[in-house]
Structures are given as structure tokens and as C-alpha cells.
């Protein structure tokens, strides 16, 4: 749940990459992670999920600061996508300001998908969530394979939602999926504490701070 302190103009927001095991989402964060600024980038916490006894997730913290004077902390989490880790899925889903859901791309992995995303559902509205309003985006991943959906197929079926192509492995549509993400949260945070008329806080001014962090060329 976002957090929203005033006198020192800091926001602290949670996003979470759901989705199946196995579709990409630790490999979205290592690569945001890598192509981030070295001079701006925290340490991100990879836990293996080889014992199934303790809470496991991918943790990594991206700072950025605004035009206005803002400084915007983001907490990024993955879950654990085997169906035993369900309620490791629900405590790290607890408090999401908006989502990433990681599909695999594969025809074979379609039910694997539709299963992690009606998890997902059954999660937040366990957690009170409304689940339409928690913003969210959607990558394809592993584009890269043999036998993937068509786009077009995915595109006419998740009307609504903006979709990603993404090679994960190869960094590719990993931060035009995360840049969408960001978008979508600002414009949810903006509905319900009013952030461009009360802060003088602008969508174009908080995505400026977001991609300023990968801009190798400002940070060296
Ligand atoms: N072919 C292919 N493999 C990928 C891609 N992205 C990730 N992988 C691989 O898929 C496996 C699972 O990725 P991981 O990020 O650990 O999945 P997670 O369980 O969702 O965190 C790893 O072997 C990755 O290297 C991709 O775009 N294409
Ligand atoms: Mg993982």
C-alpha cells in the first residue's frame, strides 16, 4: 500500500510480477536490474526456491527522484510461481499497488496462465483488493520459442490490458512492460490522492524520474 509522506515529499510504492513458474518474472527483474544505471541501483535479493518450508521472492528497491523534488521509492517483488507457494503468492501480494503478470508465451503453457491469473484474482479479493481496479499490464514472454501464441490472439483477448511481446532473456520488452507498469500505477495514484493537483506532481514528471534510471548516458 502506497505510502505517501509529505514533509519529506517521499513516496513509497509495492509492485508485484505474478504469474506461473518458470515464465520470466525473476528474469525480469535481473534484467532491469542490469540495465539500470550503476550508479543508481540498489542490490536486488534473489532467494532459490528449492525448499518449499520458507517464504521465497525476488526483492529489488529502484529509487528515483522527480523534476519537483519528489524522491519515489519502488519495491519490486516476484512470487514464487509453483502451486504450492500459494500462500507465499498471497503475503507478497499483500499491499500491491499495481501488477505485472508474466505469461509464458507457449501454446503448451496456456492453462498454466489462465490458473496463475485466476490465482491472482482469488488473492486480492481475498486481500479486500478490487480487482479490476488494481492497475495492471501483461507481458508475453519468451517470444524467442517455437510454438507461442499469436499476438494478434493475445492482443483480441486481453482487451483492456496492455500486452508486452518480451524476450525477458534478452532484455527485450522488459522495461517497455516495467515503463507501462509505472504509467498505469501513476494514473491510479493520481485518482485516489489527486498527485498532479494537490503534489504538482505529473505523470510526465514521474516516468521522467522512472526512465532517468536507466539513461546510462545521465549516470554514467
Ligand atoms: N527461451 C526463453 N527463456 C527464458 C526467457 N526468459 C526467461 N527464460 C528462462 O526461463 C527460465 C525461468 O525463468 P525465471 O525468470 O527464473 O522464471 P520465474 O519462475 O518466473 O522467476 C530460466 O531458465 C530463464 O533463463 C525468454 O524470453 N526466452
Ligand atoms: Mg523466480
Known amino acids: 500500500m502506497v505510502q505517501i509522506n509529505m514533509a519529506n515529499k517521499e513516496i513509497t510504492v509495492k509492485v508485484v510480477y505474478y504469474g506461473p513458474a518458470l515464465s520470466g518474472k525473476t528474469t525480469n527483474l535481473q534484467m532491469l536490474h542490469e540495465l539500470m544505471n550503476p550508479s543508481s541501483r540498489g542490490n536486488m535479493v534473489t532467494l532459490d526456491t528449492k525448499d518449499d518450508r520458507t517464504l521465497y521472492f525476488d526483492f529489488l528497491p529502484i529509487e528515483f527522484s522527480t523534476a519537483g523534488g519528489f524522491s519515489i521509492k519502488t519495491k519490486l517483488f516476484t512470487v514464487p510461481g509453483q502451486v504450492m507457494h500459494k500462500s507465499t503468492r498471497k503475503v507478497v501480494l499483500a499491499g500491491a ?8 508465451s507457449q501454446t503448451a503453457s496456456a492453462s498454466a496462465n489462465a490458473y496463475s491469473w485466476r490465482d491472482m484474482e482469488a488473492n486480492l479479493k481475498t486481500n479486500g483488493f478490487d480487482f479490476d481496479r488494481i492497475p495492471k499490464v501483461v507481458q508475453f514472454n519468451k517470444r524467442d520459442m517455437p510454438d507461442v501464441k499469436p ?32 504509467s498505469v500505477l501513476y494514473r491510479s495514484l493520481d485518482d485516489k490522492h489527486a498527485f498532479a493537483t494537490k503534489f504538482g506532481l505529473s505523470e510526465e514528471d514521474f516516468l521522467k524520474g522512472v526512465m532517468k534510471n536507466f539513461d546510462r548516458r545521465a549516470g554514467g
Open 151 to 182: 499476438l494478434q490472439d493475445i492482443r483480441n483477448a486481453w482487451k483492456g490490458i496492455p500486452t508486452f511481446p518480451a524476450v525477458a532473456m534478452r532484455g527485450e520488452g522488459v522495461l517497455e512492460t516495467y515503463r507501462e507498469l509505472m
Open 97 to 104: 499497488d499495481a501488477i505485472a503478470f508474466i505469461a509464458d
